[in-house]
């Protein structure tokens, strides 16, 4: 009797040795990764839902599901936008990631998705990884700051994170403004913006199928009308920021 319980003790502990040094040789191998928390104005409507998300349904918001990736892919670098907003003295990014400490116990909520993670350790992941923009005013100035950032830490690949209903965006700008620089991962978390769904982001492409008249230039190309529109107050952004600074 007592051999056999020596026997899974060993076991036991070998397994554990097994997995930490799997774990060690795994982050010591992967990519240099970074992740990005898209900001989220402080006085929007159904901010709480938005950057904490649904206890009561268990749908997770910005920060929870950050919390989820850092947990699996151990960043070199954390990032919180933005400086878009302000409470008093303080900007948008900065008390994003004040809230995320605030509620940390309060991650235990979602049980399923962190039934298996050892939270303080992430935490100490993300304290000390952890860099906060106050520049940008809008996602494309978060995502060309982001990338200035990345660049100086020698980032590899980037999680964007962010509501469904923003991460079209995201990922476009992403990939306008960073080229090939990184490999970028695109990852929507459980809430989107507050009385809407993805079902009603739209989206328009330029004219590309082979069965399309205006692939061929025939039919004008509405998407250029569109993104015309767009940049005008982008623009106002861009003034705005030359402002500040």
Not at 49 to 59: C, P, Q, T
């Amino acid at each position: 009797m007592i051999l056999a319980n020596n026997k899974r003790n060993m076991k036991k502990i070998i397994n554990i040795a097994f997995q930490s040094f799997y774990l060690s040789f795994s982050y010591s191998t992967q990519p240099k990764t970074a992740i990005l928390i898209h900001g989220y104005h402080l006085k929007a409507s159904g901010w709480e839902n938005v950057i904490w998300g649904d206890e009561k349904n268990k749908n997770l918001g910005r920060l929870p599901h950050a919390v989820k990736i850092a947990a699996h892919e151990n960043p070199s670098v954390v990032l919180f936008g933005s400086g878009a907003s302000k409470d008093g003295e303080k900007f948008e990014g900065q008390v994003i990631y004040e809230y995320l400490l605030s509620r940390w116990n309060d991650l235990k909520m979602f049980e399923k998705a962190f039934e298996k993670v050892d939270l303080e350790s992430v935490k100490e992941v993300i304290t000390s990884s952890k860099l906060i923009m106050t520049e940008p005013l809008n996602t494309k100035q978060e995502i060309i700051c982001a990338g200035k950032i990345f660049e100086k830490q020698d980032i590899e690949r980037v999680f964007l994170i962010s509501s469904p209903t923003h991460c079209p965006r995201c990922l476009r700008d992403a990939c306008v403004e960073w080229k090939s620089k990184f490999t970028i991962f695109c990852s929507p978390c459980e809430t989107s913006f507050a009385g809407n769904d993805p079902s009603q982001v739209a989206i328009v492409e330029p004219p590309h199928r082979g069965d399309d008249d205006g692939a061929n230039g025939e039919l004008y190309p509405f998407y250029k009308s569109v993104n015309g529109l767009l940049s005008v107050k982008e623009q106002k952004a861009k003034q705005s920021l030359q402002r500040e600074m």
